[in-house]
T-cell receptor, first 109, second 116 residues
Framework: GQNIDQPTEMTATEGAIVQINCTYQ??????LFWYQQHAGEAPTFLSY????GLEEKGRFSSFLSRSKGYSYLLLKELQMKDSASYLC??????????FGRGTSLIVHP | NAGVTQTPKFRVLKTGQSMTLLCAQD?????MYWYRQDPGMGLRLIHY???????AKGEVPDGYNVSRLKKQNFLLGLESAAPSQTSVYFC???????????????FGPGTRLTVL
């Protein structure tokens, strides 16, 4: 089975940096996904990590430590449009992903 | 490419009524999924399909049935709707399985269902 834990809600200021954590327990590791979901919309893919380390993609970076069962999403130069839910997901049996409950990020001016 | 589409977008049912949600994808994806999303609960997998003619149960399958008669379509049925099935339903697809590198799930826009 899998267990995924994320903070429920975070707030940050426009222009700042925020780190959203995801801790997990899994019997077999097949990578970790991050998705972004704006209110009333569908989730969209942000990143996929399968090896340890940091992967940078513009203002967004994702980090993975397999030995610690830990990942984080780092958002730099926050913009108001970054207000959304951020979902951590792990593929399990048959590579079917299980999602965490998501972290609601509120960016204020 | 339309990607993943869902019909209807909104629906209100009375307890005991039945309905079918349709998901269609034009990306030739093998895998398709149905999720429900409730406040504070994240996305929970109802059923999934790894190919035409196959279906499997997910985390919360009770009260739902599915069919995948054509590769591009995945239907979710509610035989006797209950208020506990009030939710937002998302369909998704991927090829190959979403656990492979660079392969992600593509989600439809969602169906907002209310059961009174």
């Amino acid at each position: 089975g899998q267990n995924i834990d994320q903070p429920t809600e975070m707030t940050a200021t426009e222009g700042a940096i925020v780190q959203i954590n995801c801790t997990y327990q899994t019997s077999g590791f097949n990578g970790l996904f991050w998705y972004q979901q704006h209110a009333g919309e569908a989730p969209t893919f942000l990143s996929y990590n399968v090896l340890d380390g940091l992967e940078e993609k513009g203002r967004f970076s994702s980090f993975l430590s397999r030995s610690k069962g830990y990942s984080y999403l780092l958002l730099k130069e926050l913009q108001m449009k970054d207000s959304a839910s951020y979902l951590c997901a792990l593929p399990g049996g048959s590579y079917i992903p299980t999602f965490g409950r998501g972290t609601s990020l509120i960016v204020h001016p | 490419n339309a990607g993943v589409t869902q019909t209807p977008k909104f629906r209100v049912l009375k307890t005991g009524q039945s309905m079918t949600l349709l998901c269609a994808q034009d990306m030739n994806h093998e895998y398709m999924y149905w999720y429900r999303q409730d406040p504070g609960m994240g996305l929970r997998l109802i059923h999934y399909s790894v190919g035409e003619g196959t279906t499997a149960k997910g985390e919360v399958p009770d009260g739902y049935n599915v069919s995948r008669l054509k590769k591009q379509n995945f239907l979710l049925g509610l035989e006797s709707a209950a208020p506990s099935q009030t939710s937002v339903y998302f369909c998704a697809s991927s090829y190959p399985p979403a656990g492979k590198p660079t392969d992600t799930q593509y989600f439809g826009p969602g169906t907002r269902l209310t059961v009174l």
